[in-house]
Nanobody
């Protein structure tokens, strides 16, 4: 069992930056694909970005490409999401997720076995 705890959310003005962190409870998480999803009020939960267990492969949703950067530190069992040039449409609850299978970075919720509780990101215009 892996527990994921997100932090770093908050309120920021459009054009600003935030850095989200997600700490995993188990060392085995260092071998998992880790990802960020987000869910705006009344909408589905969508893939934002993912990183392979080694950090050598990353993936991004088109809507955040060039603005967000995902990274991980396996020594700390932590994944980060650096969010720059934030827009009001980035407002959502951001969730960290872990996929224990080896393979390509999944972009669908059902490919991830473990989830954090989420952290709110609000971007004001």
């Amino acid at each position: 069992q892996v527990q994921l705890v997100e932090s770093g959310g908050g309120l920021v003005q459009a054009g600003g930056s935030l850095r989200l962190s997600c700490a995993a409870s188990a060392r085995t998480a260092s071998r998992y694909t880790l990802a960020w999803f987000r869910q705006a009020p009344g909408k589905e939960r969508y893939f934002v970005s993912g990183v392979s267990w080694s950090g050598g492969s990353t993936a991004y949703a088109d809507s955040v490409k060039g603005r967000f950067t995902i990274s991980r530190d396996n020594a700390k069992n932590t994944v980060y999401l650096q969010m720059n040039s934030l827009k009001p449409e980035d407002t959502a609850v951001y969730y960290c997720a872990a996929d224990k299978s080896f393979g390509v970075i999944g972009r669908f919720r059902n490919q991830y076995e473990y989830w954090g509780q989420g952290t709110q990101v609000t971007v004001s215009s």
